[in-house]
């Protein structure tokens, strides 16, 4: 195997790379011994505490289920509202007119530079003191207005990109057979550029999913992550195992996302009727500060920190 | 108008985030560079285990990390990191989990700033018969850390955003305060402005900064 970092390997580096192999397995082998160790000394690997996932549905069906729909349906909510707003922006902060481009600008960068939490608190002390929504729904919308704040600038900056990747001769061509700016957007940049931008917005998918959990751990939002303390409590201090499982699902879900969207990155680089243009997963993280696209927005800053 | 901070330690809140943010950035940058060396070594158990690592921690909430340090590893295990005081436990519990969940972001962008060196460049240093770390010290990894300068900018920011979620487990950075004076306090507004301010404060100008940092060392090809 060549890389840029070494050469196929001839005997002597073969021979060094089993001795690597097995030093390698000394020390992996010892950090495994110790973390049994540690588990075991606390009786966290008793079969009594992780029974109750395999023999029975009930703490599926009481406690991990319905932490998952909320998860999910937290998760979808978040995204249907978002997708257009940050469609809106996106196009926004693209204008020609100045009075439209620098506040797009300047909201989208104000949301991108604060953390999802402090918007996730706010919204949800606002909807106490300013509206009447019952207590047990108000940190479903709280943390569906937050996630939607975050992401939906997140998604202004994915749009942009992605109509600034497609060709310049896409818009001269639509200029030259007189197409108005509306149409050329509306018939020309969007229909490709959204074929460019899926990978991204599928693996921006995954940043929503993750958020969600911020809601089980500081407002009361009974997600996946919440169900925790109600379980470990009632199948005899299994926390160990309670965090496995929901680690586990939610490694399955996410995975799942990330793997699609390099798939659907690879086909689409691949295809022949595109132009080309795609937008992988990590692309525009880079664009708020060395864009690599010439971008003709007032504000280049980019306190945006990408999808972490 | 702003006489309602009175009575509440805001700089040091802030203080405790710049800390959270600084001790794990340091930590992660060191894990995370040990991880991508792995990813990239020669030896397929190394790049499984980086491979494997990054796999599941990018896919993992932050979230359930750092509740985990303190619900798991804190009151089940007894892991105390060292640390006496209750307040101390829960930060170093924090910054372990900041730096193990970051790590695997580390480890990505300096694998691709590795990746984005033209096996060519290599090839050639070979034939020139540069042994391995000449070809390393001399013509890959001069490249790979300019390109890796803006990747890592938006690591820290990220990071920066991140170290919120510490007020899970009862650190009392910027969220936590932020919560408590919203409790307390009927300037709900004012309060949420004061604190995004602070937040903007820390992340603008490092994006600021380090945008320009790797504008001025990108390499041009």
Redesign the interface.
């Known amino acids: 195997m060549t890389s840029v970092l070494y050469d196929a390997q001839g005997p002597r580096a073969k021979q060094r790379n089993i001795l690597y192999t097995v030093l390698f397995l000394v020390v992996l082998a010892a950090v495994v011994w110790w973390v049994y160790d540690s588990l075991n000394a606390k009786h966290q690997l008793d079969w009594i505490k992780w029974e109750p996932f395999f023999s029975s549905s009930q703490p599926w069906e009481t406690y991990l289920w319905p932490g998952l729909q909320e998860t999910l349906k937290a998760a979808s909510l978040a995204l249907v509202i978002a997708l257009p707003l940050g469609a809106l922006f996106g196009i926004g902060r693209l204008s020609d007119h100045r009075w439209v481009r620098i506040p797009s600008g300047a909201v989208v960068e104000f949301f991108r530079a604060i953390p999802v939490l402090i918007l996730m608190i706010t919204a949800n002390a606002a909807y106490s003191e300013y509206t009447d929504i019952s207590s047990e729904m108000r940190p479903l919308y709280a943390v569906v207005t937050g996630l939607v704040l975050y992401n939906a600038s997140v998604l202004a900056e994915i749009v942009r990109a992605g109509i600034l990747s497609l060709p310049r001769g896409q818009t001269d061509a639509a200029k030259a057979i007189g197409m108005r700016k509306g149409q050329t957007m509306r018939h020309v940049l969007l229909p490709q550029s959204v074929t460019a931008m899926l990978p991204a917005i599928v693996s921006q998918i995954v940043v929503i999913v993750k958020d969600t959990a911020l809601g089980g751990a500081v407002l009361t939002f009974s997600e996946l992550l919440a169900s925790v303390r109600p379980m470990s409590a009632n199948y005899g201090a299994n926390t160990i195992a309670c965090f496995t499982v929901i680690a586990v699902i939610y490694i399955a879900l996410n995975f799942t996302l990330t793997s699609f969207a390099s798939w659907l990155e690879g086909r689409l680089r691949r295809g022949k009727k595109s132009t080309g243009a795609v937008l992988g997963p990590g692309t525009v993280e880079a664009a708020g500060g060395t864009a690599p696209i010439s971008v003709s927005g007032d504000f280049k800053s980019g306190a945006g920190g990408g999808g972490i | 108008m702003f006489d309602f901070l009175e009575g509440y330690d805001l700089l040091g809140a802030f203080w405790v985030t710049v800390k959270l943010a600084v001790y794990s950035g340091l930590g992660s940058l060191i894990w995370g560079t040990l991880l991508a060396g792995m990813r990239?070594?020669?030896?397929?158990?190394?790049r499984g285990?980086g491979t494997a690592y990054v796999?599941?921690v990018?896919?993992?909430?932050?979230?359930?990390i750092?509740?985990?340090t303190s619900?798991?590893l804190f009151?089940?295990?007894?892991?105390s990191l060292g640390a006496e005081d209750f307040k101390d436990v829960n930060f170093r519990l924090a910054v372990l989990g900041l730096t193990l969940y970051?790590a695997a972001?580390v480890c990505?962008a300096l694998r691709?700033g590795?990746?984005t060196?033209?096996?060519g460049?290599?090839e050639a240093a070979?034939a020139l018969g540069l042994s391995?770390t000449q070809?390393?010290r001399l013509v890959?990894l001069p490249q790979a850390f300019r390109s890796v300068v803006?990747?890592l900018?938006?690591?820290?920011?990220?990071?920066?955003?991140?170290?919120?979620?510490a007020?899970?487990i009862g650190v009392v950075e910027?969220?936590n305060l932020?919560?408590t004076m919203?409790?307390a306090e009927a300037q709900?507004?004012l309060i949420?402005a004061v604190?995004?301010f602070g937040?903007?404060c820390l992340?603008?100008p490092?994006?600021?900064i380090?945008?320009w940092v790797?504008?001025k060392v990108?390499v041009k090809r």
Not at chain 2, 75 to 79: A, I, R
């Open positions: 990239v070594s020669p030896v397929p158990l190394m285990f796999n599941v990018r896919n993992i909430p932050l979230t359930i750092i509740v985990f619900l798991g009151q089940t295990l007894g892991v970051t972001f990505e691709s590795i990746n060196v033209p096996v460049q290599a070979r391995f070809v390393l890959i803006n990747p900018a938006n690591v820290l920011i990220a990071l920066t955003k991140n170290t919120t979620v007020a899970a910027a969220a932020m919560k919203i409790e709900l507004l949420s604190f995004a937040f903007i992340t603008l490092t994006g600021l380090l945008g790797s504008k990108a």
